[in-house]
């Protein structure tokens, strides 16, 4: 089970055991204009160019919120 939801620069994603929130690339970026990578080598717009992460976000951080097991049901009702 995956959703996902995006507000502004924030994606949500919801798992069964926890939510995860991350900070996406800034579309105003100067330097990536929100493809969230820079060139740093290589052939110039060539697949075989070296990126590396912009500076405007982190995409090894994001933030868990560990969501807590239901309680389970064991009571049966007569009706
Ligand atoms: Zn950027």
Redesign the pocket.
């Known amino acids: 089970m995956r959703n996902t939801i995006t507000i502004r620069r924030w994606r949500i994603d919801l798992y069964q055991r926890a939510i995860y929130v991350q900070k996406q690339?800034?579309p105003k970026?100067?330097?990536?204009?929100?493809?969230?990578?820079?060139e740093i080598g290589g052939p110039l717009n060539h697949p075989d160019a070296e990126y590396e992460p912009?500076?405007?976000?982190n995409p090894w951080g994001d933030i868990r919120i560990p969501l807590r097991l239901r309680a389970q049901v064991t009571e049966r009702y007569p009706f």
């Open positions: 690339p800034d970026c100067a330097d990536c204009r929100g493809a969230g990578h820079v912009c500076g405007c976000w």
